[in-house]
């Protein structure tokens, strides 16, 4: 299988050296469970956006710093991109930002939460069982960086799972759309870093909280497992659809 990653963001240069950027520690991930998997990236924070939906098999949106909101042409380009990647009945799975974007391109809202940042690791309650989810645990615990959340689902999206900080936490959209506001990419130590960067940013008190949560067990092995499971099934529902005699 062939991933597209559309990238949104690129990684401090303060921690990049120690950490990669962003698709080295999406391909370390993946290649954890599936070591045959193939990455092609678009830089889309630089407006490169892919003109061919079906250029690869399935498609990945990574996190930014950038908000869904932002009046930014790239950003706008990208959600395009989704809306047809939508109506192709191609795979997408986004990634915090890219979650975000796949609500607001569908006609869903996001807005800066209540609540503050989210950091460190988020604990959630997984409220619905899809048949993708192997093997199955009824939480999924992910390391966060964000601010923004979606606040209304698109039409036709419905929420698997979240917590009272973030009760759209992971969300499905028909049968091959899927978003999670958590990173599984993200490492404890490089979550660690990243809070200690933007602690005048965060608030000190939340970063010491979130700090405080790095020493749970995270669910990035298994995020990464329903997400492959995820794209199989949807490109696998896409190919028996084509075949189907009209």
Request: charged share 25%.
């Amino acid at each position: 299988m062939v991933i597209g990653l559309l990238q949104c963001d690129d990684v401090a240069p303060e921690l990049r050296g120690r950490h990669g950027n962003y698709p080295e520690m999406f391909e370390a991930l993946f290649h954890r469970v599936d070591p045959s998997l193939r990455f092609r990236v678009w830089r889309c924070l630089d407006g490169e956006i892919p003109d061919d939906v079906e250029a690869v098999d399935a498609w990945l949106t990574t996190g930014s710093k950038f908000g869904v909101n932002d009046e930014l042409p790239w950003i706008a380009a990208l959600e395009a991109l989704v809306r047809a990647l939508w109506g192709a009945g191609k795979p997408l799975v986004g990634i915090c930002f890219g979650h975000q974007l796949m609500a607001r391109a569908l006609g869903g809202e996001v807005a800066k939460s209540t609540r503050g940042w989210g950091v460190g690791l988020s604990f959630n309650r997984v409220t619905e069982r899809a048949d993708w989810m192997t093997p199955w645990q009824p939480g999924l615990d992910l390391l966060v960086s964000h601010q923004d959340q979606v606040e209304r689902l698109p039409e036709g999206a419905r929420v698997l799972g979240g917590s009272d900080f973030c009760p759209a936490y992971l969300m499905q959209v028909g049968e091959h759309f899927l978003g999670v506001q958590g990173h599984p990419e993200f490492t404890p130590a490089y979550s660690r870093e990243l809070m200690a960067l933007r602690a005048d940013l965060v608030g000190h008190h939340r970063v010491r909280e979130g700090e405080a949560s790095l020493s749970a067990p995270v669910d990035d092995t298994l995020m990464v497992r329903w997400i492959l499971a995820f794209m199989r099934r949807a490109i696998a529902r896409r190919g028996s659809a084509s075949r189907a005699p009209s």
